[in-house]
Each structure stands twice: as structure tokens, then as C-alpha cells.
């Protein structure tokens, strides 16, 4: 099993940015594609973007252009870079290995003014 630790979410105002990390335990962290999801009340959970192990990236077309995942495999961790955020980010953001059963606490972000 892995343990999972998100930090870095916060309320902030629109237009404002923000970083999140997920420090994952174990020694097989360089092997995963890693994702971003969030969940807002009343949503299904939705994946914000992912990361290969090589750095290959793919977004939500609704962060396209805003967010930016990144990886340090020497730190076994996880970054979301959240740029221009919008009321419609707001959301719990949990971290997730591909194909592993493991999932973080998750942190809130809230953007409002």
C-alpha cells in the first residue's frame, strides 16, 4: 500500500494561483503515471491531469492552458501548478497512482472573491 500526502491547498481569489504536492512513500514511485483528480460537491470525481513516468502530460480540456502537473521521481513527488484560477476549481484535489488501489487525503481548494 501507498501513502499518499497532499499539501498546498488554500483559499485564494480568482485569478490567484497555487502549487499542490503529493509525497508518496515507497520505492516504486518512478515506475507510475501519476494523477491529479478533484471532486466537488455533488460532482463525480474527475481527472485533472496525469504524468508519466517519462514527463509525458495530459490535461482536462478545462485546465488546459491554467495548470501545469510535474514530477520529481528523486522526491517521489507529484506538483500541480494552478494558474488563473476560477469559482469552478474549487474542489477536493487527491493524487493517484495509475493502476494502484491508493489514493490520498486530499487537499481543499477553494477559489472565491
Known amino acids: 500500500q501507498v501513502r499518499l500526502v497532499e499539501s498546498g491547498g488554500g483559499l485564494v481569489q480568482p485569478g490567484e494561483s497555487l502549487r499542490l504536492s503529493c509525497a508518496a512513500s515507497?520505492?516504486?514511485?518512478?515506475?507510475?503515471?501519476m494523477g491529479w483528480y478533484r471532486q466537488a460537491p455533488g460532482n463525480l470525481r474527475e481527472l485533472v491531469a496525469a504524468?508519466?513516468?517519462?514527463?509525458?502530460?495530459t490535461y482536462a480540456d478545462s485546465v488546459k492552458g491554467r495548470f501545469t502537473i510535474s514530477r520529481d521521481n528523486a522526491k517521489n513527488t507529484v506538483y500541480l501548478q494552478m494558474n488563473s484560477l476560477k469559482p469552478d476549481d474549487t474542489a477536493v484535489y487527491s493524487c493517484h497512482p495509475w493502476l494502484t488501489a491508493d489514493w490520498g487525503q486530499g487537499t481543499q481548494v477553494t477559489v472565491s472573491s
Open positions: 515507497g520505492t516504486s514511485f518512478n515506475r507510475w503515471t
Open positions: 504524468i508519466t513516468p517519462d514527463g509525458r502530460t
